[in-house]
């Protein structure tokens, strides 16, 4: 029997740097970015958070990218 994997959504979040606590640890914003397409690729999506970190309050520390999918019997 075949399985078919089918992309349902793919979303970004941006990490950004929101100081520190008062042990040293990092403090982690999150600037979420959905409905990004699945087809988008890893470079495309690292421009994209590079273009929109100069306007955010925090600085990027790292970029995660979610994909989902569906996994079903053919």
């Known amino acids: 029997m075949a399985v078919i994997e089918t ?10 740097d929101g100081g520190r606590t008062p042990k040293g640890g990092v403090i982690y914003k999150n600037c979420s970015l959905g409905k990004v397409l699945n087809a988008a690729s890893k470079e495309k999506v690292m421009a994209v958070a590079d273009l929109t970190a100069p306007v955010l309050q925090y600085p990027l520390l790292r970029v995660e990218r979610t ?8």
């Open 7 to 16: 992309p349902r959504r793919s979303a970004v979040v941006m990490k950004l």
């Open 67 to 74: 994909e989902v999918s569906g996994i079903e019997n053919e």
